[in-house]
């Protein structure tokens, strides 16, 4: 039976990209995983993953929101990605497929509603963890793969309850991550239409102008689901201060990402190390406690690890 004060809710998790284009079985033991991938070179973060759905069972992590993503590249965009929507949409349904046969087997529980929820804190609460499947809210990182606004509305039928526009680059939607300007022609009609449904946007990744506008235009439910304090490492990936206030006045959250280029300053990637650099679970603290600060509360800090989103323990905290 699991000890109910550490039940653990992760905002963000890669898990349908990593079964999928990284080809790991996450219903294996985490060792399992990083043993097969040995030697292969494909990815940077091979041999070094941090996730598996033991793992999470093990660390009472019952919850999570699991993503979809799918970019769509244009001509002349050096970012990898999908060469049309449609090809983005196709990706997007063979990872809900995933998700769809983790269920079937009882590793995985989607979660859509308050009813479903509580019934499966119930079942935390009181049964023993290794037989429990995990929980998850699906969420969409990149609105690319939204061929039209009626695939957004199919796509909150499949379950979908959390999105957000942009992603790295130019997006359809909205330019993300290294990329300035305001929304996509389509933005706001997109933005509109997720009120409607009731889908949470997700500001992570949102250029700053765009994320004013966002945030301007859009009435519902608010998060930022793996974000960091600009204030502690600079750069357009993690939030300012008015933008947490944002958040915060709206009654979201913030969670704490642990991609440790993310945690601390001057990072670079492929040369720096846990060790060299020292990265460690109290610079995660550090920005959950400067969001508790900055609300004056601690009810809208949270964590949205995003571990193994392209990296691995070489890029995550030391200890």
């Not at 992603?167 to 929304?183: I, M, N, R």
């Amino acid at each position: 039976m699991p000890d109910t004060a550490s039940f653990i809710f992760d905002v963000h998790l890669d898990l349908s990209m990593n079964a999928l284009e990284w080809n790991r079985d996450l219903s294996r033991p985490l060792d399992e995983i990083r043993e097969r991938e040995a030697g292969q070179t494909d990815k940077p973060d091979r041999g070094q993953g941090t996730v598996s759905l033991p793992e999470m069972r093990r660390g009472n992590i019952g919850l999570c929101v699991g993503t979809q993503i799918a970019r769509y590249t244009k001509r002349h965009n050096p970012l990898p990605g999908w060469h049309s929507p449609a090809q983005a949409w196709a990706q997007t349904q063979g990872q809900l497929a995933w998700y769809r046969e983790m269920e079937q087997q009882g590793k995985l529980a989607q979660i859509t509603n308050l009813e479903q929820l509580e019934t499966h804190l119930a079942k935390w609460k009181s049964d023993p963890t290794e037989s429990l499947p995990v929980g998850y809210v699906l969420s969409l990182e990149g609105a690319d793969s939204m061929v039209t606004l009626g695939h957004l509305e199919q796509a909150y039928a499949s379950g979908l309850r959390a999105l957000g526009p942009a992603h790295y680059g130019p997006g359809t939607y909205a330019p993300g991550t290294d990329e300035s300007g305001p929304l996509g022609q389509a933005g706001p009609d997109l933005l509109r239409e997720m009120e409607r449904l009731g889908i949470i946007l997700d500001v992570t990744h949102l250029s700053d102008e765009s994320l004013d506008q966002a945030m301007d235009l859009f009435g519902g439910t608010v998060w930022a689901s793996h974000c960091n304090c600009r204030a502690l490492v600079p750069g357009d990936r993690q939030l300012s201060d008015e933008q947490l206030k944002r958040v915060i006045e709206r009654d979201g959250v913030i969670g704490a990402a642990f991609d440790a280029w993310m945690l601390i300053p001057d990072w670079q990637r492929g040369v720096t190390t846990p060790e060299s650099s020292g990265v460690a679970l109290s610079h995660v603290v550090d920005h959950i406690d400067y969001v508790c600060q900055l609300a004056g509360d601690a009810k809208h800090a949270c964590i949205g690890t995003d571990l193994d989103g392209g990296f691995g323990r070489e890029q995550s905290p030391g200890d």
